[in-house]
């Protein structure tokens, strides 16, 4: 995997998950990505970015063009330090919360994009990866 | 500037979402539509968010609960415009916006609400004459 180009951005407050949003798309117009695979994506991030303002008070988010297997796409990492999450499986599930909602944001996102990975550990903190390809469906 | 501007247009309420959203601003949005619906009496509120590009499970969640509040306050409300893209996502999501009204644009939306209302006050009023219906 090459990684074409690559952001850093801190998130703190809620302004600054609009302004994430708005990088992500700029990255995502410059390869060429299609308006739905933007959206799926730009929405994936939107739920993950709230988790980890919500949950975590906020976290640091990386933004990499990637080029694998002949496919370009772009991958987005959060990292949080958060209290972590005590049962991953549970939390994948629809409809779990722990903040009285609607338990959609983990579930929702996965299902947008083309790969997901979650890992977290109790005290320390939750990265989430996920991937969407240029052209994926 | 945490503020989307709500326009009164007889009956209506007209909101044109123009800006990217954030949870801020679409729970002011939510506020300050319940409180005119009241405090105008509207019968009607249109929302159009042909401007906008990403809806996700909170903005689609903020729609649902002013459609919900406005009926409570005896008002209709229609979501107008919404791109393709955002409706598809907002399915795969897990979030269908089901018990919202939609209609293509801000045209279709007028003609939805005020279809409903007609169709209220004739429900009202079983004798009036059914040609002055607007069809
Ligand atoms: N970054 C995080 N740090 C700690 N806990 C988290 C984090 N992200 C998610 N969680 C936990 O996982 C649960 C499920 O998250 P998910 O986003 O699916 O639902 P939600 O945030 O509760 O509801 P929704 O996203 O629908 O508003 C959360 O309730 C929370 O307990
Ligand atoms: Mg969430």
Redesign the pocket.
Same mark, same amino acid.
């Given at each position: 995997m090459i990684a074409l180009n690559r952001e850093i951005i801190e998130i703190a407050k809620e302004l600054d998950v609009v302004f994430f949003r708005q990088r992500l798309k700029e990255h995502a117009v410059k390869i060429g990505m299609s308006v739905l695979n933007q959206t799926k994506l730009i929405t994936a991030s939107s739920? *993950?970015v709230?988790? &980890?303002l919500?949950?975590?008070g906020g976290?640091q988010i990386c933004i990499e063009v990637i080029n694998e297997k002949m496919q370009i796409g772009i991958k987005v990492t959060?990292e949080?330090k958060?209290? +972590? !999450?005590?049962d !991953?499986h %549970?939390? &994948?599930?629809?409809g779990?919360?722990? +903040? %009285?909602? *609607? +338990? *959609?944001? *983990?579930? +929702?996102?996965k299902r947008l994009v083309n790969e997901f990975d979650i890992k977290?550990e109790i005290g320390k903190?939750?990265i989430?990866t996920i991937v969407r390809w240029k052209n994926g469906l | 500037m945490d503020r989307i501007p709500i326009l009164k247009m007889g009956n209506f309420l007209l909101v044109t979402i123009q800006v990217d959203m954030y949870d801020r601003l679409a729970l002011n949005l939510e506020n300050d539509l319940v409180t005119m619906i009241r405090r105008v009496e509207a019968k009607g509120v249109l929302i159009d968010i042909s401007a906008v590009s990403i809806v996700d499970?909170?903005m689609g969640?903020i729609l649902g609960n002013i459609a919900s509040m406005s009926k409570i306050l005896d008002a209709e409300t229609v979501v107008v415009g919404m791109q393709p893209a955002v409706a598809i996502t907002l399915v795969e999501l897990g979030l269908p916006l089901t018990g919202v009204h939609t209609a293509l644009d801000v045209e279709k939306g007028m003609i939805l609400l005020k279809n409903k209302l007609n169709l209220i006050e004739e429900d009202d009023d079983e004798d009036k004459d059914p040609d002055d219906s607007t069809e």
């Open positions: 739920e *993950l709230r988790n &980890m919500k949950y975590a976290g959060f949080d958060g209290p +972590g !999450i005590p !991953i %549970k939390a &994948m599930q629809d779990f919360s722990t +903040g %009285k909602s *609607l +338990g *959609l944001g *983990l579930p +929702g996102a977290s903190g939750t989430v | 499970s909170f969640r």
